[in-house]
């Protein structure tokens, strides 16, 4: 892709929404496996309750999960202060996107990897004790390896919805070029000014290129997994 192509203002959008969406990924990849691994493996009281709130945020409206963020992590927040003494700050940053984007993402990834450890043949997992080893050194080494394509297909399920990301993102951290307008709030501020029709249309077309990518490359990636 040419530079010339996108505009500077259009450039920084991408490169922004480029790191939100795999930072938000990556926040998200190690506890969305934890979580998934207790949905998949153990039964306890309360189960469903965590379930639930893992999934709150896909029938949730965005924009409710993102005031709820606003709440908790804005800087008159219980959380957002308490961090806030430690020089993190999330509300109207860009780590405040990724975070926004982190929590959209998480039922996406966990519902994906717990579909993949639920796969796994409980038979090899038990082979695994009887040669001694314990839960975590099974899972580290049977089951997590097993699901791997699992787990790259979640990780760009929430990669995609992290750069899709708009209602939670923009009530939590608004719009401010540069700093937390993502692809999906340009192009909203685009279709609000005359003429930004192209830009718009330029943003969309670079939009279904990266997710493409995304997707041929997880394929790619899951394939060597499986083999």
């Not at 800087?75 to 957002?80: A, C, D, N, V």
């Not at 099974?138 to 297909?153: C, D, H, K």
Request: glycine share 10%; hydrophobic share 55%; charged share 15%.
């Amino acid at each position: 892709m040419p530079t010339g192509w996108l505009s500077p203002e259009e450039w920084v959008a991408l490169r922004l929404t480029l790191l939100v969406a795999l930072t938000a990924t990556g926040a998200a990849l190690l506890p969305g496996i934890a979580v998934a691994w207790i949905l998949a493996r153990l039964r306890f009281p309360g189960r469903w309750l965590l379930d639930a709130l893992v999934h709150l945020p896909l029938v949730l409206p965005p924009v409710v999960t993102g005031y709820l963020l606003l709440l908790s992590f804005g800087r008159r927040g219980p959380i957002g202060q308490a961090l806030a003494e430690w020089g993190i700050v999330f509300s109207f940053r860009w780590t405040g996107a990724a975070l926004a984007c982190a929590v959209m993402g998480f039922p996406l990834l966990v519902r994906a990897i717990r579909l993949s450890i639920e796969a796994v043949d409980r038979r090899l997992e038990e082979a695994a004790g009887t040669l001694g080893a314990n839960r975590l050194a099974t899972a580290l080494l049977v089951t997590l390896p097993l699901a791997m394509p699992g787990i790259l297909a979640g990780a760009v399920l929430c990669f995609g919805k992290a750069m899709g990301e708009f209602g939670a993102t923009i009530t939590f951290v608004s719009n401010i070029p540069g700093e937390t307008q993502t692809i999906s709030a340009a192009i909203y501020t685009l279709t609000q000014v005359p003429g930004g029709e192209a830009g718009a249309t330029r943003l969309t077309v670079v939009s279904i290129a990266v997710a493409m990518l995304a997707l041929v490359g997880s394929e790619l990636l899951a394939r060597r997994a499986a083999r």
